[in-house]
Structure formats: structure tokens, C-alpha cells
């Protein structure tokens, strides 16, 4: 690690953390004069009894919600649009997103709607788009339901555009949740797939934060203690949930999302143009992607590898220990090994590696990484 110019850190994000912290969301309201929020889901969470509690709660304060519930799987720029309609045609004060992060995405994108009116993808970091995020947003809180983006604590939002599928960032400060109550309560009923799925898109992000480029001892150090929490808990919370695993896996999410403000990597490239493509869930995505892309990491970045698999108490202190501790961890969560299992052909590969070619997160990756690299790479994993 070498320090060679000025950088910004910030955790500035008030989080409540335990079993019962939602019961905590109506005095909050109360207590900042909100009485009209927006709540953002998606259709099956809103079906689910812990989120008709929520409204339930809500009301006995009266504070009545008004509910959207229309978002695809990986959101795309009309939902937000729908949502936006929601707030226009009521009188709302705040938004909270409940959810996944497909539902705190659109909420978070839709707070950034109600005050900045041009088209969604001005506001697109990766052209620069985050100096026209001027304007206040509301009160914006957020209640994460899986364990897995730590989205509830992110400053980004990630739009789909409805034709052509590519990803949008969009990011401000702003952006951030005023508060978050991660109760894990909320995610004890979550199936095993996607406890398996969503644990794994935490743990790339672990991982990732920790070899990416920009010198950040702190979020060095919360990766590594992420990893070490999911080395503990993903088995067990995808097995035989307890509300320990649980909670452990929700607090590793959560560090998982503070750590990558350093930046992300090769696996999140790869990643990316599958839900674009072929609407895998990102945290399939990575979970199948994960192991080669360690792999190509490890030359080079060696004692870096060292200190992931003493956080893992491996065995053997090495790189390659990492890789197959991965496939073992896959094989234990039933999440395949190859491509071609989630649906990829030989025919995608090129259109795969343009996009993770283009993606933002690579930039930050250890090494560098080129158009051949990611065919080659896809073309080993397919
Ligand atoms: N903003 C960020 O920093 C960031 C980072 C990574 C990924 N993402 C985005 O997050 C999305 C993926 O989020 P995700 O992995 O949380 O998945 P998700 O939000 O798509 O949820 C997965 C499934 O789990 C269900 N579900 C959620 N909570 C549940 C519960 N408690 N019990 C039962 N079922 C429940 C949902 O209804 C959905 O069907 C993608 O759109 C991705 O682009 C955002
Ligand atoms: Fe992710």
C-alpha cells in the first residue's frame, strides 16, 4: 500500500442494528414530523406478514403509507419513473425502501427523481453525471431484507436503461439514508437460494473492497473482519438459520458495502453483463464468478491472498487455497460451478466481455484487466 496524494473517507450513515429495530421506524417518523412516507418494495416482499406488520405498526401512529410495488428483478429506468408518478400524485413527506437491493435501488433513484427532473440518466456517475445531483432529496430511510448488496447504507443506485439493459450509476452523498434499521428479524424466512445468492454478492464484495487498488486501511480492515463474519455464517444461515447467522451475515452485508467505497473489481465486471444479458441475480452472478476471477487475481497481489486465507483459517496460507475454498463454499451452498449451468452459451461470450469491458468496476481491480482477459475468463468459467 503506498500513500501518494490526498483521499476522502466517510462513514457518516446513523445505522440501528438487531432482532426488533423496526419496531423503532414509527417513533423515529414521529419524532422528525413525518406522517406520509412513500414505501418502496418489490411485489413479494409486499406480500410477505413482516411487511404487512410494518404498514400495521405504521398505521396504529397514524402514519398511513402509500405503497409502490412495481419493480422488475434488476430495475430499470421506468420503474422509477412509476414510482416518481406515485409521490407526484400524493402528498408524501419521505421515502423508505424496504427490500432487497432491487427495491432500496429504486428507491434511492426515486428520492433522486422527486428534486432533479431531467432525464434519469444525466444523473449517471459514469459520465460525470453526479455535479448535477444539486438539489435536496427527501428523507430517505432505509430497512434491508436480504443479506447481501448493503445497499442500505450505499450512496448509488443501479438503473437499468429499459432497451438496451446496460447498467446506470446513479450517485450522490445525497443519496445516503438518513437511517437504516437492519433488523435481521426481517431476513429469517429468506430462502435458501437466495440466502446462498445474496451471502455470496456480500462476500465478493468483502473480498474485492480488500484487493482493490486505492489505499484504504480502513475498509481493509471491516473487509477483513466481513470475510471472517461469512467464513462463520453463510452455511449455517442458508442451512439452518438462527437469528446469530442471521445477524452475523446482515452485518457482514453491511460492511461489505462500506468497504467498497474503495472500489470493486474483475468478479463485479463479470458480474454485471449476465443481469444485463440474461437477468441473472447479482449474487448468482458473482457466486459463479468469484472463484476465476480470484484466481486471475492472486500473480502479483500475493501477500494479499496470505492475509484473506488467514482470515479464513485456511490450512495453506496462498492464493489457490482462496480458489478452492470458494468452489467448496459453492458446492456446500449448491450454487454451480460453471456458465454454462446459469443459462450462458458459447454464443454470449463476446457480448459478455464488450460489456464487462465496459463496465465501471473493473478500474479499481488489482491489475488491470483487458477485452481478452474477460473472454478468456468467461470461456474458462463457461
Ligand atoms: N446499490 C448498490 O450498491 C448495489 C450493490 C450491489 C447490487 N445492487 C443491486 O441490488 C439488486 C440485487 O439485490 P438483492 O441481491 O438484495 O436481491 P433482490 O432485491 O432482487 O431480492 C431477491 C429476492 O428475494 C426476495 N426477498 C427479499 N427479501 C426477502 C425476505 N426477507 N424474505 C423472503 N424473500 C425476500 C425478493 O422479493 C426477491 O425476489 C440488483 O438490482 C443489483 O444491481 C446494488
Ligand atoms: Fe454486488
Redesign the pocket.
Known amino acids: 500500500m503506498t500513500f501518494d496524494k490526498v483521499y476522502q473517507y466517510n462513514f457518516p450513515t446513523t445505522i440501528r442494528f438487531g432482532a426488533g429495530a423496526i419496531k423503532e421506524l414509527p417513533a423515529y417518523l414521529q419524532q422528525n414530523n413525518l406522517e406520509a412516507p412513500l414505501i418502496v418494495t418489490?411485489p413479494?416482499?409486499a406480500q410477505?406478514p413482516f411487511f404487512k406488520s410494518i404498514i400495521r405498526e405504521l398505521e396504529h401512529k397514524n402514519i398511513s403509507a402509500e405503497v409502490f410495488q412495481e419493480l422488475h428483478?434488476?430495475?430499470v429506468k421506468s420503474d422509477v419513473y412509476k414510482g416518481t408518478e406515485v409521490w407526484d400524485n400524493t402528498t408524501r413527506d419521505c421515502i423508505i425502501g424496504i427490500?432487497?437491493?432491487?427495491?432500496l435501488?429504486v428507491a434511492r433513484a426515486i428520492a433522486l427523481r422527486i428534486n432533479h427532473r431531467e432525464d434519469l440518466f444525466k444523473y449517471d456517475d459514469l459520465v460525470g453525471g453526479d455535479i448535477f445531483v444539486t438539489n435536496e432529496v427527501p428523507p430517505f430511510i432505509t430497512v434491508p431484507?436480504?443479506a447481501?448488496?448493503?445497499?442500505e447504507v450505499?450512496r448509488?443506485?443501479?438503473i437499468s436503461d429499459d432497451e438496451t439493459h446496460q447498467k446506470k450509476i446513479l450517485f450522490s452523498p445525497k443519496l445516503l439514508a438518513k437511517i437504516v434499521f437492519a433488523d435481521p428479524e426481517?431476513?429469517m424466512?429468506?430462502?435458501p437460494f437466495?440466502t446462498a445468492a445474496?451471502g455470496m454478492?456480500a462476500l465478493t464484495h468483502n473480498m474485492e473492497a480488500f484487493l482493490a487498488k486505492n489505499p484504504h486501511p480502513i475498509c481493509d480492515g471491516i473487509a477483513l473482519e466481513g470475510i471472517s463474519l461469512i467464513k462463520d455464517s453463510l452455511e449455517i444461515a442458508t442451512k439452518r438459520p438462527d437469528l446469530q447467522s442471521r445477524s452475523k451475515m446482515l452485518i457482514a452485508s453491511i460492511m461489505g458495502?462500506i468497504a467498497f467505497q474503495k472500489g470493486l473489481g474483475v468478479v463485479h465486471s463479470l458480474a454485471h453483463p449476465l443481469?444485463s444479458l440474461l437477468d441473472t441475480?447479482?449474487?448468482l452472478a458473482n457466486a459463479v464468478n468469484i472463484p476465476y476471477g480470484m484466481q486471475f487475481n492472486i500473480a502479483g497481489f500475493e501477500d494479499k491472498f496470505r492475509r484473506i486465507a488467514r482470515t479464513l483459517e485456511l490450512k495453506e496460507e496462498t492464493g489457490e487455497a482462496v480458489v478452492n475454498y470458494l468452489f467448496d463454499l459453492n458446492a456446500r451452498l449448491n450454487i454451480p460451478h460453471r456458465l454454462r449451468d446459469i443459462q450462458v452459451k458459447e454464443e454470449h461470450l463476446d457480448t459478455l466481455a464488450d460489456l464487462a469491458f465496459a463496465d465501471f468496476a473493473h478500474p479499481n481491480n488489482p491489475k488491470p484487466v483487458s477485452r481478452d482477459d474477460f473472454k478468456t475468463l468467461y470461456t474458462t468459467a463457461l
Open positions: 418489490d413479494n416482499i410477505l428483478k434488476n430495475p427490500g432487497g437491493g432491487a427495491a435501488d431484507t436480504t447481501g448488496t448493503g445497499s450505499g448509488s443506485a443501479i426481517l431476513t424466512d429468506l430462502p437466495i445474496t454478492d458495502a443481469s441475480h447479482h449474487g
